[in-house]
């Protein structure tokens, strides 16, 4: 209870022969743990664990689900293997060689943010910030900033840079296709804050060698895109500081992405719909035969919603990347899955949304990512946002004052506008997207074609023929077949590829 920070530690009690296994309250840092033949093992990385044999690598059906359908695991790919949940910790007993349930050490509390206007609450939200950006700059060794031109990295570098007697050093990637680039907006952050300023350009020659390298290199198959600019920036950042400083938890906590207004718009839709009218709807959309249509994905969510129309559901549909069944030969693979973390079903459908991405897509995705490619570079990433204080601040905060149907972040942005201009900030939220079909079709064509045309006897749940006429088809630039499910297939064979030993 008295800990802030990002860790995942162990600790051995010699006397009671007992170990303990501990991860932070938001899974900054990883930690996974399994019994075999009689071995108790953990480690923060699967790595380890493989290159020692101390595990059976049989897959997880439900995870390799999970990944196809969202684009990570949300616990491991390997039946043996668990994942502490963030805010856990577990004990082992050595000699009764007894593993406990894991157990929640961390809970919100509750505080009156929530009398407050919003002047009052971003002062003490800005103060909370001050606290975290000042002692997370405690470092003996070089510390800088990602800086994407963002909210929230730029208002962690306007923090640090307050706090600093000279120009501290700020990092972004970009890309040759404007579209995905961010640079020109970070470089006007940067020249406003008066910031030593470092910035490099992707493209589809540059980008080979280093996106082939970190998919082959995966613990577990991962296909978030923008693991590639992330390791970019870090491998920029590397050769100037040891640590930086990032904007990531801000979105989950404050209410950052515009999916929150999308679903919600579209639940009071679905709401207004009478009921029989629904049946009827999903019934139709369930069991016509789709001949002539390829991606039939889209029509068996909307059947989904409307069968199911509770926030949960609609929430899972939408976030789900709209990957076709017909990939799967195996009947088992098409079942729907619900794996992540279950939440009470009497919080407001605004706060369900905002706490199911902090449990299952800020550890799962945007920490796992960003741990692993910073730590590839030996970089020591730290996330000011998620800071114990400002996350319980966050969590007691009202909707309103986090997101509405016109805008987002709307206290971060209240204080940042007292650091920078307001008119930089007014344009709609970019990812940190990558411009995949335009490197698919140039240079990454060889090594993608020859992973998807290729069929493999270990993988008896893959419908190789319909992968590859999609595949044929994506190359036409039809549009039916997306991004997700070329990528999707294409990083989970590659990983295959450099796993061959792993059983399904």
Not at 155 to 167: D, E, G, H, T, Y
Request: with cysteine.
């Amino acid at each position: 209870q008295k800990v802030r920070g990002m860790y995942s530690f162990i600790l051995y009690d010699l006397k009671e022969k007992k170990v303990y296994l501990v991860r932070d309250i938001s899974g900054e840092k990883p930690l996974y743990f399994g019994i075999s033949d009689n071995k108790f093992f953990f480690s923060s990385e699967i790595k380890s664990l493989n290159n020692r044999k101390l595990f059976d690598k049989e897959l997880s059906t439900i995870e390799i689900r999970n990944y196809f359908k969202f684009g990570y695991t949300f616990n491991s790919i390997f039946k043996k293997i668990s994942k502490l949940a963030p805010g856990h910790y577990l004990e082992f007993d050595i000699k009764k060689f007894k593993l406990s349930s894991p157990q929640n050490y961390w809970k919100k509390e509750n505080k009156q943010y929530s009398k407050k206007c919003l002047k009052e609450n971003s002062i003490e939200l800005e103060n909370l910030l001050k606290k975290s950006v000042k002692e997370q700059m405690i470092s003996d060794v070089p510390l800088g900033a990602f800086l994407s031109g963002g909210i929230d990295s730029s208002l962690i570098a306007s923090l640090a840079q307050s706090f600093s007697n000279k120009s501290i050093k700020t990092f972004s990637i970009g890309f040759d296709d404007k579209n995905f680039s961010e640079t020109r907006h970070a470089e006007k952050v940067a020249r406003i804050l008066n910031t030593d300023h470092y910035s490099l350009e992707l493209n589809s020659k540059n980008i080979h060698e280093n996106i082939i390298q970190l998919v082959e290199n995966m613990d577990e198959p991962f296909a978030d895109g923008s693991l590639i600019p992330t390791y970019m920036v870090s491998k920029l950042s590397k050769k100037h500081v040891k640590v930086v400083l990032t904007g990531d938890g801000a979105d989950e906590l404050f209410g950052g992405y515009t999916r929150y207004r999308n679903v919600l718009l579209f639940k009071k839709r679905i709401d207004k719909i009478p009921k029989f009218i629904k049946i009827v709807s999903k019934f139709v959309l369930h069991n016509l035969h789709f001949k002539n249509l390829i991606n039939k994905s889209k029509y068996f969510k909307l059947s989904s919603v409307l069968y199911d129309d509770s926030i949960q559901n609609i929430y899972d549909e939408y976030l789900s990347q709209n990957i076709n069944d017909q990939i799967f030969t195996n009947n088992l693979f098409k079942k729907k899955f619900e794996n992540y973390k279950s939440l009470t079903k009497s919080i407001s459908d605004e706060k369900y949304l905002l706490e199911h991405d902090f449990n299952n897509y800020l550890p799962n995705d945007i920490l796992k990512k960003l741990d692993h490619y910073s730590m590839l570079c030996s970089l020591e990433a730290r996330a000011p946002f998620l800071d114990k204080r400002i996350i319980e601040f966050a969590f007691n905060l009202p909707i309103d004052q986090k997101f509405s149907k016109d805008n987002n972040k709307i206290i971060l942005r209240k204080i940042l506008y007292k650091y920078l201009p307001k008119d930089i900030f007014l344009r709609p939220k970019q990812g940190f997207g990558i411009p995949i079909r335009l490197w698919l079709n140039t240079s990454l064509y060889k090594w993608a074609d020859s992973l998807l045309t290729k069929k493999r006897n270990n993988l008896t749940f893959i419908n190789f023929e319909f992968l590859k006429s999609q595949w044929i088809k994506y190359q036409r630039g039809d549009k039916s077949v997306n991004d997700s499910f070329i990528w999707n297939n294409l990083v989970f064979l590659a990983w295959v590829e450099k796993n061959s030993d792993i059983k399904i």
